[in-house]
């Protein structure tokens, strides 16, 4: 099959449908809840209201007339027909290649979901048998495969029958069933439903779904697998309805499971998080969060254009998914990054996602929001034309700091502007596609990745959990060489992280992460602080472990660094630069050998600073100068309850203070020190002033009771809290 442009493959259609809004669908764009498909259009099409999964006759009608108004568009998508109409059939013996759960399924799978949907359209566009004859042809093809599934599934115990790929084939089946539905010979149309039942809708609904015959559990299998294959037989019974008397009773079930597997809540015995944040993502991340989504989204829609008259349940997680996808977001001059925490690629690009967001009536703000930065569309194409008349507005940004606290991620940035800079954190659960890096941390800066993660490769490669997503490969403190278990790599971590206390006001952002659990095996406190004023980045370690040991702080970096000969090092990565600088303890610093993100054959280095001595508590405190150049002087302040430093600019003289008997004092007393002038029992306190001397301008403490000074109170309350507040103001 040609390799050809993402413009016009099944995904670039895909988009096309989901994008044209009011432009493809009627008048007005769909509100929340309503079906975008027109009562006008179901009656036009004939056949009882066929087609009706993403288009319709009165839709047809509107996209033949963009692209008469648009050659270029046109062409594209009539070349790629072309392609397809040229394509071969894959035989099973292909598909069959290489073996496993999967094997080359995806190949002839993905041929099949291009032509359902590409041919079929264009049938319905222009009337040409060709591209009816070469889906009908397609469908009865592939409808003789002993299986949509790869080998290695029906020898485990109990069998399974059905992968993703199933869905990738039902994919195709829905849509070339629905455009060719009355072009169809009966006996033709006989010998297709068969097929897609046989080897689509019931080996999934029986593996998944089914009671009585189900196979898996959410608290198994609950995670982007779930959606994506529950979402493919879910389309094929939508094309089934008024075909089938089973088709309403399996669109039941899938209603039912998916409103369970957004609203799963996890599993203690099984080691299990809640598959979705309430406020949107997976804790898979961006990849597999806009994967498994999507599908759904995909169903939701053809849903809703087969019940024009009823409304699709609402589900939470959907209302801040567009935001997660904003918030991981790096717009740069040279085009854009995402957050790449666990399997996910550097340039993960959601617009598909947010556009069927849009398409289900669920458009929010952040969603054109993320259009508007991601920009991914060539201009002179018919997705530019119908992005460009999308009904998506926002005015003003986005807020600049975010915390999903239950699937334990972070992101703090300066501005929404190109080249700017964002930090993001995490410390979460781990499992599968959730790599062992608890405590970890990326940031972005000036149009690059400067502290990197290290990403991923194939999964079929060793490498794959020899290292991406062991704990080395991430920017975490070592013990003895160690990191977390590998086996909550293949059973789930039974104690996640967490992220707590997140703060953004006055010119400062604070957040910190539990890593506790995940390295439970090695530590009882395992806590990491990111403390960001002006250009300077704290970073607190605070950690204590079962017995002594050596300890390796991490750091994974993308371009190069230079070493310094005061001890720091110099990352550069293009335009970005940061210079890096360990305050406390007094560390030795080497280079590591690791792999590079999707290369595994390419060796990359990484930095590890050490301490001298083992140790069984160890604090660190690092500075991370987003400005070389004009690099602040660093004072170490040290006493016998406290590590602090004293940040010294052109601007601003700042100190800030980790109260070390808050860590190691018993907690029936009071953790109460007194640096300088201060008196608290805070955990962490930061005081900014103008200038040396000059009365201050900001106060923050994290997790005190009090702050006072010359007698006086600045904050008071009977509990802890976490806060940050102007000069002259007093608090509690």
């Not at 399974?160 to 869905?167: A, I, P």
């Not at 406290?642 to 203070?657: D, F, K, L, Q």
Request: with cysteine; hydrophobic share 40%; glycine share 12%.
């Amino acid at each position: 099959m040609t390799k050809t442009s993402e413009t016009m493959t099944r995904r670039g259609v895909l988009k096309l449908m989901a994008l044209a809004g009011p432009a493809f669908w009627g008048a007005g764009s769909p509100a929340a809840g309503q079906a975008p498909g027109d009562a006008a259009g179901k009656k036009a099409s004939g056949e009882g209201g066929r087609p009706r999964l993403f288009y319709n006759a009165a839709s047809l009608e509107r996209l033949k007339k963009m692209l008469a108004a648009h050659a270029e568009a046109d062409a594209a998508l009539k070349k790629r027909g072309e392609e397809l109409l040229a394509a071969d059939f894959y035989p099973e013996s292909v598909a069959e290649e290489g073996g496993g759960q999967q094997a080359n399924y995806i190949t002839p799978a993905t041929q099949m979901a291009e032509m359902g949907l590409t041919l079929g359209l264009l049938f319905r566009l222009t009337g040409e048998a060709r591209y009816a004859e070469k889906v009908r042809d397609a469908m009865l093809y592939y409808g003789q495969y002993e299986r949509w599934a790869g080998p290695e599934l029906i020898e485990r115990r109990p069998p399974w029958h059905s992968e993703l790929d199933t869905t990738t084939f039902s994919f195709g089946y829905a849509c070339g069933y629905d455009a060719l539905h009355g072009w169809l010979k009966r006996e033709e149309r006989y010998r297709i439903v068969e097929a897609m039942v046989r080897l689509g809708v019931t080996p999934t609904l029986e593996d998944w779904i089914l009671p009585g015959e189900r196979i898996h559990a959410l608290d198994s299998m609950g995670h982007n697998w779930w959606g994506v294959c529950v979402a493919g037989a879910g389309l094929c019974a939508l094309t089934l309805v008024g075909d089938d008397e089973r088709a309403q009773g399996w669109i039941d079930a899938v209603d039912a499971g998916f409103s369970q597997w957004f609203g799963y809540e996890g599993n203690v015995l099984q080691n299990r998080a809640p598959t979705f944040e309430p406020s949107g993502p997976s804790y898979e991340g961006v990849n597999y969060t806009n994967y498994g989504v999507n599908e759904y989204l995909r169903y939701r829609l053809a849903w809703m254009n087969t019940f024009p008259e009823r409304q699709p349940e609402e589900i939470g997680p959907l209302d801040g998914l567009a935001g997660f996808f904003l918030q991981t977001l790096y717009p740069a001059a040279g085009g854009f990054y995402s957050v790449n925490f666990n399997d996910a690629p550097q340039r993960m690009d959601a617009t598909e996602t947010i556009l069927m967001l849009a398409a289900c009536g669920l458009g929010t703000a952040d969603g054109a929001r993320y259009l508007k930065l991601v920009g991914t569309h060539p201009e002179g194409t018919l997705l530019d034309l119908l992005r460009r008349g999308t009904t998506l507005e926002a005015s003003g940004d986005a807020a600049l700091t975010t915390i999903y606290p239950e699937m334990g991620w972070a992101m703090l940035r300066d501005s929404w502007k190109p080249d700017a800079t964002l930090v993001a954190m995490k410390s979460g659960y781990t499992w599968n596609h959730a790599h062992a890096d608890a405590g970890t941390f990326e940031i972005f800066h000036k149009g690059a990745p400067l502290v990197i993660d290290s990403g991923t490769c194939s999964y079929g490669r060793p490498e794959y959990t020899s290292y991406y997503r062991r704990s080395r490969a991430h920017n975490v403190i070592l013990f003895n060489g160690e990191g977390q278990l590998e086996e909550d790599l293949e059973y789930g971590c039974k104690f996640p992280g967490r992220m707590h206390s997140l703060v953004d006001g006055q010119g400062l952002k604070y957040v910190y992460g539990d890593a506790t659990g995940p390295m439970a095996r090695w530590f009882t406190r395992n806590y990491r602080h990111w403390l960001w004023s002006g250009e300077t980045i704290l970073i607190f370690d605070d950690v204590k472990a079962h017995e002594a040991g050596k300890m390796d702080w991490l750091l994974h970096f993308g371009g190069g660094y230079t070493a310094n000969a005061d001890g720091s090092v110099t990352l550069k990565n293009g335009a970005a630069e940061a210079r890096v600088e360990f305050l406390y303890p007094g560390v030795s610093l080497r280079e590591e050998t690791g792999l590079a993100d999707h290369d595994p054959d390419r060796k990359v280095k990484y930095l590890a600073f050490s301490p001298a001595a083992a140790a069984r508590v160890q604090q660190f405190l690092v500075a991370i100068s987003l400005n070389p150049e004009a690099a602040p002087k660093y004072e170490l302040l040290q006493g016998q309850d406290y590590i602090g430093v004293r940040t010294t600019t052109a601007a601003s003289v700042e100190e800030t203070y980790l109260n070390v008997r808050a860590i190691e004092g018993s907690i029936a007393l009071s953790s109460m020190i007194t640096p300088g002038e201060w008196v608290t029992d805070a955990y962490l306190m930061n005081v900014k002033r103008p200038a040396a001397g000059a009365a201050p301008v900001r106060y923050f403490v994290s997790d005190g009771s009090y702050l006072r000074s010359g007698g006086k109170s600045l904050i008071e309350s009977l509990s802890k809290l976490t806060a940050c507040w102007s000069g002259g103001e007093k608090v509690g």
